[in-house]
């Protein structure tokens, strides 16, 4: 049957043919078919692949020159700076693009310079960043049940900001989508190299020591089947690796790491005294990993599974990015009603447990949690974020961390503000984008000093 004559400036919907319609739509789809659309995918994407379209491969840090070292990163007079190189002839010295040019140092060598004016340089100065001695690292969730609010630009911005800092830094990427573990150029092939197995050793061990109880019971135990098994010999450093900066690590993730939220409530059931919210914080504690590192960052899917309640639980720092916008602030309100009702189920069901023990029970605490406004244009939502402000109060964090042309401005490949050369751009978008992202870095680093003083005074004490 031929379509029906449709008027030229009707809107396409209009006088569908039906009878059309259902001869174009072919059979209904199957299970089967899947399978067929996966393989289809993944011929076109070796395609690609082989054309050298492939992204996530190798990623290298740009170098950095002298402006910009004593600008932002060693606060001395260039003249110093120079002169103290000069007569360090050991020290790094910089390479040239031009004969007789500016100076530009790759990052390891910043950091070693940065060590030696922390040693040799004024005490007035703050060359290292503070870090009480023998306190474990500070752990940080950036989280929102909001997809796109700009939580993994500002974990990952904050783990560089952190590392240009001097902090040594372990992103873990809790987000099976795996843009963090992208920017950081991880590659990870399967869950195994994930937290994943993290979470099973964790379960594995409460269901070994749950064993040795029946078995003490005269009960037969439940058997740990071969993920368990073989989760019992990974260890955080096996999943650790390197990035293209120095002194950032990263766990990584990618898509099968969802697997997990369907693996640990069947670990649950069937282990019911399990302390899943504790998996994360004991396993990366028992493995030194919170001794090796100062920061250890973790950014969250968009949504409050059990990576995330885990994320959250290990987490001392909570942020929760949100952008000016009446959508965002409504939503954001929900996800604080969901942590609320989330943590404290979980309270109110190991405190009946615990008083039927005589045990002490549990209670969440974080050493500070804040929601941070992102992506900011104050010529449109100065109002919205004076009435956020208004209404959270010292729950919202002081700065508005702006829009800026910087972020997602080298197309598909994410990259960061601190990664790109600011020769690339004009310099006052230059500028303003990078005041913005260190401001939200201040914020931060007001936060992470509090609590480790906080810590550091608490510990004193102690020991007195
Ligand atoms: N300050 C900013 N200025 C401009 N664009 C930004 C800024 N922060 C984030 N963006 C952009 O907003 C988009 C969403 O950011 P991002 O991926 O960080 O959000 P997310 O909350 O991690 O998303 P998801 O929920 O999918 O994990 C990205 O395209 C990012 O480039
Ligand atoms: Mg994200």
Known sequence: MPPKATSPDLPPYFNIDPEAAMAQLGAPTTTQAFAEIAQACAGGRDDLASRGMEQGTARTLRRFSTWEITR?????????????????????????????????????????????????????????????????????????????????????????????????????????????????????????????????????????????????????????????????DVTAQDLIQATHWPNIDLIGAQLNLYWAEFQIPVWRMSGRGWKLWDALTETLQADGVLDAYDIVFLDTPPALGYLTINGLSAADILLVPLGASFLEFDSTGRFFDMLHATFGSIEEAENIAARALGRAGLQFEWDAVRAVITRYDGTQQAELGALMQAYLGSVLSPHRQDFTALIGQAGEQVQGIYEADYRDFNRETYVRGRETFDATYAAFKQLLVGAWARDATHALEKAS
């Open 72 to 232: 932002y990163l060693i606060p001395v007079a260039t003249g110093h700076f120079r002169r103290v190189l000069k007569q360090n002839p050991d020290l790094p010295q910089g390479t040239s693009e031009t004969e007789g040019g500016a100076k530009w140092f790759t990052f390891d060598e910043v950091l070693r310079l940065k060590a030696h004016f922390g040693q040799e340089g004024s005490k007035a100065k703050e060359y290292l960043p503070y870090r009480p001695e023998g306190l474990p690292a500070k752990m940080v969730a950036v989280a929102n049940f909001k997809g796109g609010v700009g939580k993994t630009s500002t974990a990952a911005h904050l783990a560089m900001s952190a590392a240009l800092d001097g902090y040594k830094v372990l992103v873990i990427d809790l987000d099976s989508q795996g843009s963090m573990t992208s920017i950081f150029g991880g590659q990870v092939t399967d869950e195994w190299q994930t937290v994943f197995p993290l979470m099973a050793r964790h379960y594995a061990r409460h269901l070994r020591r749950e064993n040795q109880r029946r078995l003490d019971r005269g009960e037969a135990p439940a058997p740990l089947d071969d993920t368990l098994t073989d989760a019992l």
